[in-house]
């Protein structure tokens, strides 16, 4: 079974949009941690946040929010007001000891956001 | 701080050719990766180092071996390239294996097998 699943392929949406890009893990642990990783067309990925499970708090950063959610393990991801500049690759990965520490990557949900 | 480099970034191989993916830290971490990066799939951890001296495997080894003589660096070769190789290559870096550890990553090498 997949660690982390990123059901959505692919996203398409206009300009100012909101878009939600989910995220659903596995693991046994009670400690792990989440992450959101962004990669741009350039190709470089680049850490956007990083949560541990323990911490249940929405958090927000500009237009960026993160919804944690342990009883149904998913941690999403909303922008809002979308921006060309947004389209990007999003990867959710987990990092916990169940799977030796390593960070485990969804597959990635390609979103395009048009003019 | 440089942060993670990688070299070079783009290559071209043919079947059967031997090469050597650079990459290298400035940050003094302990932990380095290499993973690569195929459509559809995400990033695959291919081998790692928790220091130097000391690597493992991760979920998809073969075709690649990896060594750490110094903390900065932790090269991925290729023995004989086949055109499965073909791909984008990251390596990546953090602190230490903990889980709490952000890793960082590099710009990538994306690699062609012909």
């Known amino acids: 079974a997949q660690k982390v699943t990123q059901a959505q392929t692919e996203i398409s949406v206009v300009e100012k949009e909101d878009v939600t890009l989910d995220c659903v893990y596995e693991?046994?642990?009670?400690?792990?941690?989440l992450f959101w990783y962004k990669q741009p067309p350039s190709g470089e990925l680049v850490f956007l946040i990083r949560?541990?499970?323990?911490?249940?708090q929405n958090e927000i950063s500009g237009r960026y929010s993160w919804n944690f959610q342990k009883s149904t393990s998913s941690f999403n991801f909303t922008i809002t007001a979308s921006q060309v500049v947004d389209s990007a690759v999003y990867f959710c990965?987990?990092?916990?000891?169940?799977?030796?520490?390593?960070?485990?990557f969804g597959a990635g949900t390609i979103l395009r956001v048009k003019s | 701080n440089a942060g993670v480099t990688q070299t070079p970034k783009f290559q071209v191989l043919k079947t059967g050719q031997s090469m050597t993916l650079q990459c290298a830290q400035d940050?003094?971490?302990?932990?380095m990766s290499w993973y690569r990066q195929d459509p559809g799939m995400g990033l695959r951890l291919i081998h790692y180092?928790?220091?130097?001296?000391?690597?493992d495997q991760g979920e998809v080894p073969n075709g690649y071996n990896v060594s750490r003589s110094t903390t900065e660096d932790f090269p991925l070769r290729l023995l004989s390239a086949a055109p499965s190789q073909t791909s984008v290559y990251f390596c990546?870096?953090?602190?230490?294996?903990?889980?709490?550890?952000?890793?960082?990553f590099g710009p990538g090498t994306r690699l062609l097998v012909l």
């Open positions: 990546a870096s953090s602190p230490l294996q903990s889980s709490i550890q952000t890793q960082y």
């Open positions: 693991t046994r642990d009670t400690t792990y941690y």
């Open positions: 949560r541990n499970s323990f911490d249940e």
């Open positions: 990965a987990l990092r916990s000891m169940e799977y030796g520490n390593k960070l485990v």
């Open positions: 940050m003094n971490h302990e932990y």
């Open positions: 180092s928790v220091g130097a001296g000391i690597t």
